[in-house]
T-cell receptor
Framework: DGGITQSPKYLFRKEGQNVTLSCEQN?????MYWYRQDPGQGLRLIYY???????QKGDIAEGYSVSREKKESFPLTVTSAQKNPTAFYLC??????????????FGPGTRLTVL | AQSVTQPDIHITVSEGASLELRCNYS??????LFWYVQSPGQGLQLLLK??????LVQGIKGFEAEFKRSQSSFNLRKPSVHWSDAAEYFC??????????FGSGTRLSIRP
């Protein structure tokens, strides 16, 4: 079945450590996204990528980094520069063909807790 | 600037009662609109979407939504809720083929 996988489901990190969240999709989508979700704040866009080897900052990119070396993969690194990294992180993908709605498909999420 | 407003943070309805969740958007062009549902600790699942044409759209799990351009609204409805409908619901508008703006969500609780 086609879909998006995120791993791990739960992640614990000590302060000052970098950590990388995995996101893989087999939907053959060009565009991929990372969102951060905090209680009562909905989804906030961290980074997005419309094509391999290219990505753009979203609304809250500070303290995060990404790479897009393969179409299927869009890992997110939460660096020690992120002041409040404890949150639920969601990865999504969509086709970016012209005239298409841009409906996004979501992975199951990773809950990151900083100890 | 584009935006999506969900004015109700939390709604409680009795099982079997009807439901309407409100959504207002701000977008200059013809919008692509979505409703997503999220169960606790899970990703988002698409309930329905509006691109063009008939302003009343049907979705999964018995949900429907009506696009009203004059009111800039896209309210979600269900005639009779089930306990399994308890979740968080997000309205969203696509600003381009590659970006979506989400509302802050409405948490739905079901009273037995």
């Amino acid at each position: 079945d086609g879909g998006i996988t995120q791993s791990p489901k739960y992640l614990f990190r000590k302060e000052g450590q970098n950590v990388t969240l995995s996101c893989e999709q087999n939907l053959n989508h060009d565009a991929m996204y990372w969102y951060r979700q905090d209680p009562g704040q909905g989804l906030r866009l961290i980074y997005y990528s419309q094509i391999v080897n290219d990505f753009q900052k979203g609304d809250i990119a500070e303290g995060y980094s990404v790479s897009r070396e393969k179409k299927e993969s869009f890992p997110l690194t939460v660096t020690s520069a992120q002041k409040n990294p404890t949150a639920f992180y969601l990865c999504a993908s969509s086709t970016s063909l012209p005239g298409v709605s841009g409906e996004q498909f979501f992975g199951p999420g990773t809950r990151l807790t900083v100890l | 600037a584009q935006s999506v407003t969900q004015p109700d943070i939390h709604i409680t309805v009795s099982e079997g009662a009807s439901l309407e969740l409100r959504c207002n958007y701000s977008y200059g062009a013809t919008p692509y609109l979505f409703w997503y549902v999220q169960s606790p600790g899970q990703g988002l699942q698409l309930l329905l979407k509006y691109f063009s044409g008939d302003t009343l759209v049907q979705g999964i799990k018995g949900f429907e939504a009506e696009f009203k351009r004059s009111q800039s609204s896209f309210n979600l409805r269900k005639p009779s809720v089930h306990w399994s409908d308890a979740a968080e619901y997000f309205c969203a508008v696509a600003t381009s083929a590659s970006k979506i703006i989400f509302g802050s969500g409405t948490r739905l609780s079901i009273r037995p």
